[in-house]
């Protein structure tokens, strides 16, 4: 049986490397709430039960799961109770860059619109992207995060591309010809 100190050092050196990834996760999962709240409620639940966790196993894909039940649980706590407004002034908010250059302004501009089509996206729509093409989980990996079949995942990914596209052309204008005659 390992030490409480053995723990923890295990713990750190397993799940701490996951957490810029949590933190970008929760970020897309946490608007007008505080994503450093859903990281540290991630994994303050993660090490409580560390014990339950196999070695060997995608630890960050354990981490999403739970990361996705703390946002879900807050989703429902919300629907309970009206939210609270914050008293912080304006250095609450993320900063906003300046723009180097026009050539930049235009990555940014679509970078916006991106990040507007993705927030339109339902919810599990914006899961399944999530893991999918930005974490980069394999599809049996999503279905253990998400409890549901590999072929569900891959028909959820299927629709949430599309979704996005759908979005993209809304905000964008016309959908560019692949090839023009």
Request: a positive charge; proline letters at 7%.
């Amino acid at each position: 049986m390992a030490t409480a100190a053995e723990m923890r050092t295990d713990f750190e050196r397993t799940a701490m490397p996951c957490v810029p990834s949590l933190a970008r996760a929760a970020r897309r999962f946490s608007p007008g709430g505080d994503p450093d709240d859903l990281v540290q409620e991630t994994l303050l639940k993660a090490f409580r039960t560390y014990g339950n966790f196999k070695h060997g196993t995608n630890c960050k894909a354990w981490l999403f799961s739970i990361l996705r039940s703390v946002v879900l649980n807050q989703k429902r706590s919300h629907v309970r109770k009206p939210p609270m407004e914050s008293i912080g002034g304006p250095d609450e908010k993320e900063a906003v860059m300046p723009l180097a250059s026009n050539e930049g302004r235009g990555e940014d501009r679509r970078r916006d619109e991106v990040r507007e089509a993705f927030s339109r996206l339902d919810a599990d729509l914006r899961w399944i992207l999530l893991l999918v093409d930005v974490e980069e989980f394999s599809y049996a990996e999503v279905g253990r995060i998400l409890d549901c079949p590999v072929g569900t995942v891959s028909s959820r990914v299927y629709r949430a591309r599309q979704s996005l596209q759908d979005q993209l052309q809304s905000l964008g204008g016309p959908r560019p010809q692949v090839h023009p005659r």
